[in-house]
Nanobody, 116 residues
Framework: QVQPKESGGGLVQAGGSLMLSCAAS????????MAWFRRAPGKDREFVAA????????VYADSVKGRFTISRDNNENTAYLQMDSLKPEDTAVYYC?????????WGQGTLVTVSS
């Protein structure tokens, strides 16, 4: 099993920045990709960004492209989400997942609130 754990959420003003971290523990050698999703109040969960195990490939939702950057440190088994130019509509619980070929493991989420 793999256990992702998010941190770094908080309250920030519009236009500000936050960096989220997702530390994975357990059988991290079988993780081939990590991703961030979010769920805004009253909305469905949506994809934000993903990165492969090598970090060579990334993909972003159109809504965050150019503002968010996903990265990972394999020595620390940690993925990061640098969020810049935050908007009130970015307010959500942000979830990290770690993907293996057999299963996708989810963290508990971290709340990001962007005030206008």
């Amino acid at each position: 099993q793999v256990q992702p754990k998010e941190s770094g959420g908080g309250l920030v003003q519009a236009g500000g920045s936050l960096m989220l971290s997702c530390a994975a523990s357990g059988r991290t050698t079988i993780v081939y990709a990590m991703a961030w999703f979010r769920r805004a109040p009253g909305k469905d969960r949506e994809f934000v960004a993903a990165i492969t195990s090598s970090g060579s490939a990334t993909v972003y939702a159109d809504s965050v492209k150019g503002r968010f950057t996903i990265s990972r440190d394999n020595n620390e088994n940690t993925a990061y989400l640098q969020m810049d130019s935050l908007k009130p509509e970015d307010t959500a619980v942000y979830y990290c997942n770690a993907r293996t070929f057999a299963h996708t493991y989810w963290g508990q989420g971290t709340l990001v609130t962007v005030s206008s």
